[in-house]
Nanobody, 123 residues
């Protein structure tokens, strides 16, 4: 299995930026397609972005397209989410997840999850 630990969350003003990191350990990171999801209070967990094992394919939710960038460094076993032009509605706990299957927008397809990191955007 793979263990995932997110970091980089915090409090930021609207229109600010944050970069989340997800450090992986355990089985070979490069074997996994990876995703970021988020969950706001009282809402269901939602897809944010995904990236193929090679880093060539990237996929985004419409709500973050053009503002967020997902990337990975397989040599460092690390997944990133660069978040720019943040909005108060981006406030949520952000989770990284690993998927042995094809790249997916569905959280139930993912096999391993981190503990999450809180992102709070003030207006």
């Amino acid at each position: 299995q793979v263990q995932l630990v997110e970091s980089g969350g915090g409090l930021v003003q609207a229109r600010g930026s944050l970069r989340l990191s997800c450090q992986a350990s355990g089985r070979t990171f490069r074997n996994y397609n990876m995703g970021w999801f988020r969950q706001a209070p009282g809402k269901e967990r939602e897809f944010v972005a995904a990236i193929s094992w090679s880093g060539v394919g990237t996929y985004y939710a419409d709500s973050v397209k053009g503002r967020f960038t997902i990337s990975r460094d397989n040599a460092k076993n690390t997944l990133y989410l660069q978040m720019n032009s943040l909005k108060p509605e981006d406030t949520a706990v952000y989770y990284c997840a690993a998927d042995l299957g094809p790249v997916s927008y569905s959280d139930y397809e993912y096999d391993y999850w981190g503990q999450g990191t809180q992102v709070t955007v003030s207006s």
